[in-house]
């Protein structure tokens, strides 16, 4: 029974599912059959015929058919569509079909034009180039110079631009995914660039260069070659310190602190490869020279969430690539380094290979200021040595892949040994008389100090076009980052007749070595919307140590002979352990163009577990960022940017120095949170000349400060944990013609740190919290082959730092005899500064030769790094008498020549 009663339901629901289906395609107009005969009539006119009898409107532009595009043919008992799609059959159209109203919209096909944009000459990318297409729409190539577009079906022109390089304009027929290969000439003229519709040669319309979020390398390498230099050497580092809210330490020297963020908040990224101290010569030199790289680009916020996890910018440098055509190169010599590089094809048109050497020679001008900073008032043998080695290799495998490889390796060592006596003073009891009677002797210290630091990377990078809208890259790295000091004295005391010899040695290392595997994809998923997804794994190993021993420790840890005493003897009473982590973290990013907007949503998850600390954690990273254009010139952008950082830079802020720890986070240093917000407008005005506005606020929490000077205290034990505030407005002005450059920055900022520990909870101003800065570049092409170039720094007093002194193993010792509730609150005189450059161009058959003159700091201003405080004895009254704070580690005038040739 239950068996017959399902059946008959089954009947049931069948006849009722066919009436329904029977019904639906009665009421479905595209199922009706008709007979039609179009003859002589072009498709326009034969579309809307059929429309006609149908009585179905089809929506469609007569700019899809060309005056050729004529039918003459009979449909018998067909369907509309069958009609529409057999009309159609060789114009690259889709077809959408609406039933509720019945309606048929045809609109163009698109297709994906994919690949890299080159220098002709090299066979290069050319990184962040910008392509122009059908004068309206704007693609840029990424740092790896790979672009790709949603074109639509027909005719379309793309016009490449980069600076000091000519414009390509290519027409194109599309009719299916097209791999394309973009070549540019290089333009040593830098001459203006005229735009062409492509339908109407006459017009020239502003571009839409929206670089809200990043500053672009394209300027800062230009400017960096034609402004002046601190020692000689184009130095791009210093050109990125000329933008606003980009500040430095006295004199421009030392590392960036970005909106009163600190030099260990930065990441910098060498080729994706994290570096963690990326200067020469306590900052004086910076490793990245324009003959080294091809792109720098500057994020301070609004960046993808593929960069992590660092909470203040993002400072990202790609090596050159070798010449895949011919050999080239150039060397540069100046009064303190000479570098060379060659870049040569390995097998012509498909791979290359990139060589790049610079050494430090014998420097009049850095050696005195190193030896001032480094060994104050001490007559000592003074020697500083550096170099930098890169080798880069590429090659194209098939159309799709791309495989390449890249080493870097930069060391700084300075040596210094000698003697140097000091009066010391003693109590003597004398039993004739007895008294006791004050006796001083002049003793001689024997010292013998190492100060060393470097960083070494290797990177195996995989780059594939899997399908045209589909971007893959896989990478692994390895780095490591060392410095260490190390400073040996030796004193002879005679007491009471007896003569004995003290022995002092200072040992302090801070080593980093990373290992990572990462994979990226960028899908085009539509012409409006584009995906970024990507992921990898970080395994970290720290190894900082500290030690302070004399002759007494020795003795009573193990007796020991001076000269016995070794690194791994220092190892076995090293302070701050072992530590060993690993990330995992994963983002995804959709960039969104709709008309007048661009939006931009990431999300960066990582997982941190520091394996020897037992300690770990997961963080979300949200960052989104909004341009909307409000005329054809004007746009306005918001943007909000978090991040975490996992490791802390235990350092005086001052200045780089081996002192300075890297220290992973632990139960005790817990991670740095970074939120930051900002509203900008910006005016671009034509091609290279724009007018920016910024207001942001900016908060890092959990920031590590170390409370005492204590060598014998674990790093965790003795840190303690604030919060870092700053906000402000900053103004940038930037043109950049073949005649002359001008970049103009204003920043008005306030910036603060609080800890519980310090200054009665109170915030106080951070060390780099300078109310107002103004500062220029500009250059300017003189007749005959000259060149003129100046910056101009120019800011308000800073908190000035106070110290006891500047010793190699503790840094510079600051002086906390502050009233309490009132850190920080002395500022120093109004800091201005004027550089100068003039520079001569010949090019003599194939080879291009410039010489170069920098005047640094040509007004001689003083700028003090920290001053210290002097005492001097009342002789009449027997008293110590405290003097003003005197500055120290000035930056005088500096001159310097340079010599460059380039084949």
């Given at each position: ?508 290392e801070s080593q980093n070595n990373d290992y990572e595997a990462k994979l990226q994809l960028n899908y085009l998923a539509k012409k409006w919307w584009r995906l970024k997804l990507g992921g990898g794994y970080l395994r970290q190993l720290y190894h ?360």
């Open positions: 029974m239950q068996i017959k009663s399902l059946f008959l339901y089954g009947i049931v629901i069948l006849l009722g599912g066919l009436f329904f289906s029977m019904n639906a395609i009665a009421q479905n107009p595209f199922t009706k059959k008709i007979s039609v005969e179009l003859h002589q009539l072009s498709k326009a006119e034969a579309l809307r015929k059929v429309a006609e009898i149908t009585e179905i409107p089809i929506l469609f532009s007569d700019d899809f058919f060309t005056q050729n595009d004529s039918v003459n043919i009979a449909y018998q008992n067909k369907t509309i569509t069958f009609i529409i799609a057999d009309l159609l059959k060789e114009n690259q159209l889709t077809i959408t079909n609406k039933t509720q109203p019945a309606l048929i919209i045809l609109s163009r096909a698109f297709y994906t034009v994919y690949g890299y944009v080159k220098d002709l000459k090299s066979n290069t990318p050319l990184p962040y180039s910008n392509i122009l297409i059908n004068n309206y729409e704007v693609v840029g190539a990424d740092k790896n110079g790979h672009f790709f577009a949603k074109l639509k079906a027909g005719k379309n022109a793309l016009q490449c631009s980069f600076i000091t390089f000519k414009d390509t304009i290519i027409h194109l027929n599309v009719q299916k995914d097209t791999p394309l290969n973009l070549y540019l000439s290089p333009n040593n003229q830098l001459q203006e660039v005229i735009i062409s519709d492509y339908n109407n040669p006459s017009s020239n319309p502003i571009e839409e260069l929206r670089d809200i979020n990043k500053y672009g390398s394209k300027e800062l390498m230009a400017y960096a070659v034609k402004t002046p230099g601190i020692t000689g050497s184009d130095d791009i580092f210093h050109a990125a310190k000329s933008l606003p809210g980009v500040q430095s330490g006295a004199g421009g020297i030392g590392g960036h602190f970005v909106r009163g963020g600190s030099q260990g908040q930065n990441q910098y990224l060498l080729d994706d490869v994290p570096i963690y101290n990326p200067f020469h010569a306590l900052g004086l030199v910076s490793t990245i020279t324009p003959a080294m790289a091809k792109s720098l680009q500057v994020h301070k916020i609004g960046y993808s969430a593929a960069y992590g996890d660092f909470t203040s910018s993002v400072f990202d440098i790609q090596l050159k690539d070798g010449n895949a055509n011919k050999l080239e190169g150039g060397a540069n010599i100046n009064l303190n380094d000479v570098a060379l590089n060659i870049g040569m094809p390995i097998v012509k048109g498909k791979s290359a290979l990139f060589l790049y050497g610079r050494t430090a020679i014998s420097g009049i001008n850095l050696d005195n200021i190193l030896k001032n900073a480094l060994f104050p008032d001490t007559p000592i043998n003074f020697k500083k040595h550096y170099y930098d080695v890169i080798a880069k290799a590429y090659t194209a495998i098939g159309k799709k892949h791309k495989l390449s490889f890249s080493f870097y390796k930069g060391h700084d060592l300075i040596l210094g040994d000698g003697a140097y006596t000091y009066n010391y003073e003693y109590e003597e009891e004398d039993e004739e008389e007895e008294e006791v009677i004050i006796q001083d002797e002049d003793l001689e210290v024997e010292i013998d100090a190492e100060v060393a630091w470097g960083n070494q990377l290797f990177l195996l990078n995989w780059e594939s076009t899997l399908k045209p809208n589909l971007f893959f890259k896989a990478a692994v790295s390895a780095n490591r980052y060392l410095a260490l000091a190390s400073t040996f004295q030796e004193t002879e005391i005679e007491t009471l007749g007896v003569e004995e010899e003290k022995f002092r040695f200072d040992f302090t900082p140590t500290n030690n302070s021993f004399t002759d007494e420790t020795i003795i009573l840890e193990e007796d020991y002979d001076d000269d016995e005493i070794n690194v791994d003897f220092l190892e076995t009473f090293s302070k701050a352990p072992r530590q060993t982590t690993q990330k995992i973290y994963l983002y995804g990013e959709s960039h969104f163009n709709f008309r007048n907007w661009v939006l931009n949503l990431g999300l960066r998850n990582s997982y941190f577990h520091n394996i020897s600390n037992s300690y770990q954690q997961f963080n979300m990273q949200p960052r989104f960022s909004v341009d909307y254009r409000l005329k054809e010139k004007h746009f306005l952008s918001f943007n909000y940017t978090s991040s975490v950082q996992y490791n802390h830079l235990i350092s005086n802020t001052e200045i780089s120095l081996p002192q300075d720890f890297w220290y992973p986070s632990t139960n005790n240093l817990t991670p740095q949170i970074g939120h930051q917000f900002d509203v900008g407008y910006t005016i671009y005005k034509k091609r290279n000349h724009s007018l920016r506005s910024n207001i942001y606020y900016k908060t890092i929490h959990r920031i590590a400060r170390i409370n005492s000077q204590n060598e014998n205290i674990l790093i965790d034990d003795n840190a303690i944990i604030g919060k870092a505030t700053a906000y402000g407005l900053e103004l940038a002005y930037n043109i950049f013609t073949p005649k002359y450059g001008l970049q103009l920055s204003y920043a008005l900022s306030k910036s603060t740190h609080q800890f519980e520990e310090q200054n009665l909870g109170k915030a106080y101003p951070f060390q780099f919290d300078r109310r107002h800065e103004l500062k220029t570049l500009f250059y300017y092409n003189l007749p005959k082959n000259f060149s003129i170039g100046s910056s101009l720094y120019l800011g308000s007093g800073h908190p000035i730092l106070y110290a006891f002194n500047f010793d190699l193993q503790q840094g510079i010792q600051q002086d906390n005899r502050f009233t309490p509730g009132k850190k920080n609150q002395d500022r120093s005189n109004i800091h201005y500064r004027l550089d100068l450059s003039l520079s001569y161009q010949q090019q003599i058959k194939n080879t291009h030769h410039t010489v170069k003159l920098n005047l640094f700091n040509t007004l001689n201003t003083q700028l003090p790094l920290y001053y210290t405080l002097e005492e001097e004895e009342d002789e009449e009254e027997n008293e110590t008498e405290e003097n003003e704070f005197s500055p120290k580690f000035n930056l005088r005038f500096i001159p310097s020549v340079a010599y460059t040739i380039e084949f």
